[in-house]
């Protein structure tokens, strides 16, 4: 649980940096992602109420920039799928 806390915080550091709007929006984002660590732009859209698929990989982008978020599978161009692996290493260990 320490470590879950842990990398909440550094990540929630990372995202406060965005600016207010785009901030909060990740918040949120961050949030949802521990219940759900495997998320695709249809999910951003839902979780934020972005209207555009733009939007939504906006936000995608940089999580992944910083390092919070990486693409699933890199060949796919379609239906790209994203992770928060940091988090879903920690219970690889267990």
Known sequence: AAKIVS???KDMA???KFGKTAAA????VLRNL???P???VAKIQKWTNIKTRAGGQKIIDR???EGILIQRDPQKTYGRTYEYRSYLRLFEKL
């Not at 929006?25 to 949120?28: G, I, K, P, S």
């Open 7 to 9: 990398m909440r915080e």
């Open 14 to 16: 990372k995202v406060h």
């Open 25 to 28: 929006t990740a918040v949120d």
């Open 34 to 36: 521990f219940g759900q």
């Open 38 to 40: 495997i998320i695709d």
């Open 63 to 65: 999580l992944i920039n």
